[in-house]
């Protein structure tokens, strides 16, 4: 039988057995906690150096982001002063052509009036002496005769009027250019009125090259009219295109 002392030491090994069992399970426990935590700083460690890494690049990004900024910046300053350099000249030349166009339109405007009176000067190169009579008159229209057929709108009574006027002027006969209502119908018509004596005329027909006499039914009515034009320019200012006859074919 085990003796008393025996069954003692017996009783204090299973004690000891059972702290030291006690004793490995806190110590492996707090190795797994300690490993547990570590891994979790390493893990940390490894998320906090990842995201130093993308900030840095966010950074080096933003950095050369801002450099390239800066230069295009200074670019675009230089940029804009030379186009606002440009643009103070285009805004002093065009004022200079400015003055340059008004200054053209105004001396233009005047050689044009030279040019018309040069024109016409030449227009009428009339003999010395004024030609009177209405049988003169009379033969100095016979034999005339139009080498282009009349034409309405193309050549007509107004072009006919004014190259027999110019004809007659350059001849030595006063002539007046009119226009109305035609003396023998319903339609506008023009004419002319020479003069055969101190202020004394005679209508001429100038579609037929004649003198109106006095005899012609219609004789009165050739001296009813709305316009009357001393010289070829009155008449082209009134209306250009009806009496320009050296425009006509």
Not at 65 to 93: C, F, G, P, V
Request: a negative charge; hydrophobic letters at 35%.
């Amino acid at each position: 039988m085990e003796t008393e002392v025996e069954k003692r030491g017996i009783g204090k090994l299973q004690v000891g057995l059972a702290v030291c069992i006690i004793v490995v399970v806190i110590l492996a426990s707090f190795n797994i906690w300690l490993f547990t935590d570590l891994q979790n700083q390493r893990n940390l460690n490894n998320n906090l150096q990842i995201q130093k890494d993308t900030l840095q690049n966010q950074l080096s990004l933003l950095n050369t982001t801002y450099k390239n900024y800066i230069s295009t910046h200074r670019h675009s300053d230089s940029e804009y002063d030379s186009l606002q350099s440009e643009y103070d000249n285009y805004m002093a030349n065009h004022h200079h052509t400015d003055l340059q166009y008004n200054s053209y339109v105004t001396n233009h405007q005047y050689t044009n009036s030279e040019y018309d009176e040069a024109f016409f000067f030449f227009y009428y190169v009339k003999p010395e002496e004024q030609k009177f009579g209405v049988y003169d008159l009379e033969d100095e229209l016979s034999g005339l005769e139009w080498l282009h057929p009349y034409q309405a709108g193309v050549f007509d009574c107004s072009e006919m009027s004014a190259f027999l006027e110019w004809h007659l002027e350059n001849e030595g006969w006063h002539t007046k250019i009119v226009a109305g209502d035609s003396p023998f119908g319903s339609g506008r018509h023009a004419w002319l009125l020479v003069e055969t004596s101190e202020g004394k005329y005679m209508p001429v027909e100038a579609t037929s090259v004649r003198v109106v006499w006095w005899s012609d039914p219609n004789f009165d009515n050739y001296w009813i009219y709305d316009h009357k034009f001393e010289t070829i320019q009155e008449a082209i200012d009134y209306y250009e295109s009806e009496f320009d006859w050296w425009k006509s074919p």
